[in-house]
């Protein structure tokens, strides 16, 4: 019953998002496509008009927006110092460490995470799943720039990170909410428009990106840092989620977020930091082609009372 459950899952929540990703798999692996150019709409506009959208017609409440911030940090954190720590004891080198620790603590909850929300649970934890977007994304920036093998500016990068039209748009969507702002409907329209492209071309753009990346070796640190990924986190992010007083919809949101495989980001991340760009890459693949059989059993798991 478990299995026939979970694979009920996996093709009506994993295999859509498989297929679009395909599709974009295989527009770029047959054509020469401008990947930037894609990216940089999906950046400046398709996702700062969902997470607006989402944020301004939400009923969160400010106290649980402070929950859930603070679980995320929390969740990021533990993470991160639990990959460094087996890291530590498995005496594995400390660049390949440094990497582990970005790749690890960076799951994709932008192109696959906000997705997998929509399709499985609906609009109400996907507005959560929009948050947890936001300030994870801010997060595992910030632990990538600590991180760097190169001399780096920490206070610059994090006011760089102030830039990010996600963070932007997130706060203006709260600051029209608290003041009650109607929005007039030939602006409104607009954004709704643009927001429903969002999730479409944020998966197109993973699936280009992972024509061009490869798989290296199969080694110690990629095992360790699947694992990491795939078991670890979602695991630490339920136990997290029970703890802190947070509504059903964001302990749930919280667990599949952070369910995700790694972010094509941690590889762009890794280059610009002088990391193991190869380990980061292979991370990002294997645990992206893992993720559709760990994420199905994790959204049995919500779906069936886990939270």
Do not use: C
Not at 80 to 105: H, M, P, Q
Not at 264 to 276: C, G, K, R, W
Request: without cysteine.
């Amino acid at each position: 019953m478990f299995i026939i459950t979970v694979l009920q899952i996996f093709t009506t929540n994993i295999v859509p998002i498989l297929l679009i990703m395909l599709a974009g798999w295989a527009l770029a692996r047959h054509f020469d496509v401008d990947v930037q150019s894609i990216g940089k709409a999906s950046f400046y506009i398709f996702s700062p008009a969902l997470t607006f959208r989402l944020i301004y017609n939400s009923d969160i409440s400010a106290s649980d927006s402070l929950a859930v911030l603070l679980a995320i940090l929390a969740v990021f954190t533990g993470v991160a110092l639990s990959t460094w720590l087996i890291a530590k004891l498995l005496r594995i080198g400390r660049l390949e460490t440094k990497s582990l620790i970005v790749s690890s603590s960076g799951p994709n909850m932008g192109n696959y995470g906000l997705s997998v929300a929509a399709f499985a649970f609906g609009d109400v934890v996907l507005e959560y799943a929009a948050i947890i977007m936001v300030a994870g994304t801010i997060i595992y920036n910030l632990i990538a720039a600590l991180l760097s093998e190169r001399q780096t500016n920490f206070r610059q990068t994090a006011t760089g990170l102030l830039m990010i039209p996600l963070l932007q748009t997130s706060l203006l969507a709260l600051v029209v909410r608290l003041l009650q702002v109607q929005i007039p409907l030939a602006v409104y329209r607009p954004i709704e428009m643009l927001s429903n492209a969002a999730i479409p071309t944020l998966l197109i753009i993973l699936g280009i990106h992972l024509q061009s990346l490869k798989l290296r070796n199969i080694n110690l640190s990629l095992i360790v840092g699947m694992g990491m990924r795939l078991i670890f986190s979602p695991v630490l992010a339920i136990l997290i989620a029970l703890w802190f007083p947070l509504s059903h919809f964001a302990r749930v949101a919280l667990a599949l977020q952070l369910a995700m495989p790694s972010a094509v980001m941690t590889t762009i991340l890794a280059s610009e930091y002088e990391l193991d760009t190869n380990l980061v890459s292979s991370m990002v693949v294997a645990t992206t082609l893992i993720s559709p059989i760990t994420v199905s059993m994790v959204i049995w798991f919500l779906q069936h009372g886990g939270l």
